[in-house]
């Protein structure tokens, strides 16, 4: 007999994760993979994709890999036809730019929007027409609290993550009733290998301060967020912005 927590299961899913070789995304992969899915692993080095399919496949869980560069949109449609039905699209692929706003030339504004935010417009195109066919999907855009909460010195990477959660949006009101659902993952001071030289800097220790928590996130801390928006269990939340940052946006001063 079927119960409420096997509603959280993605038995007979298959789940693409992008930018998932390491940190949020890898966590975001592995929660879905023991939940039942088959995940496909995404980045653009095969070299560095290997060892992460090899490790779920020897926890006796279906995993594949796709590279390709974000940027690349031949490469994309070409990767993407071969990989088969996508039930869940988790796009957490974005670059940072952090300079002053001045010192941000219109083409390198231009080039991180299409980075962290074009692509994933065309990577919803490829894998949405499945989803409608099956009359089911779920799309979660990995966006941050930086596009809610502006911070100096990160003006193209915000104005990308804002522009992700309002894609979400737009992505729900259109496709709500096809049986897909659109949401967005914000993560605030998360400890991933990327962040390591900012939590150990001045302004880390700030950012530890500012959290009511008092502490960086642990990387898998994302993961539970991220497999309710991918489970059944969520069937009804559409258009979302599910933030999980320890209580730094809900607060003044902490």
């Not at 974000?70 to 940072?96: K, S, T």
């Not at 779920?138 to 100096?152: K, Y």
């Not at 928590?213 to 059944?232: D, M, N, Y």
């Amino acid at each position: 007999m079927s119960t409420f927590p096997d509603q959280f299961r993605l038995d007979g899913r298959t789940a693409l994760v992008t930018g998932s070789a390491r940190g949020l995304g890898w966590e975001m992969a592995r929660a879905l993979a023991e939940a039942g899915a088959r995940v496909v692993l995404h980045g653009r080095s095969a070299e560095r994709l290997a060892p992460r399919v090899a490790a779920l496949g020897n926890a006796g869980f279906a995993a594949g890999s796709l590279v390709f560069d974000m940027a690349d949109r031949a490469a994309m449609r070409q990767a993407l036809a071969g990989a088969g039905p996508i039930d869940v699209l988790i796009h957490n692929v974005g670059e940072r730019d952090r300079r002053p706003f001045a010192e941000i030339e219109p083409e390198d504004f231009a080039r991180l929007i299409d980075v962290d935010l074009s692509a994933a417009h065309a990577l919803v195109r490829l894998v949405v027409p499945g989803m409608i066919e099956r009359g089911w999907g779920r799309v979660i855009l990995v966006t941050s609290i930086a596009g809610q909460l502006a911070v100096a010195g990160a003006s193209s990477y915000i104005a990308a993550k804002g522009g992700l959660a309002a894609l979400a949006r737009a992505l729900a009101a259109e496709l709500g009733a096809t049986g897909i659902t659109a949401n967005a993952l914000s993560p605030g001071f998360f400890g991933t290998e990327t962040n390591a030289a900012l939590m150990a800097s001045p302004m880390g220790e700030r950012q530890r301060q500012r959290c009511p928590a008092k502490r960086w996130a642990r990387p898998e801390e994302i993961a539970g967020a991220a497999l309710f928006l991918a489970s059944p269990a969520a069937s009804f939340v559409n258009g979302h912005t599910l933030v999980v940052d320890g209580g730094v946006s809900a607060t003044y001063l902490a």
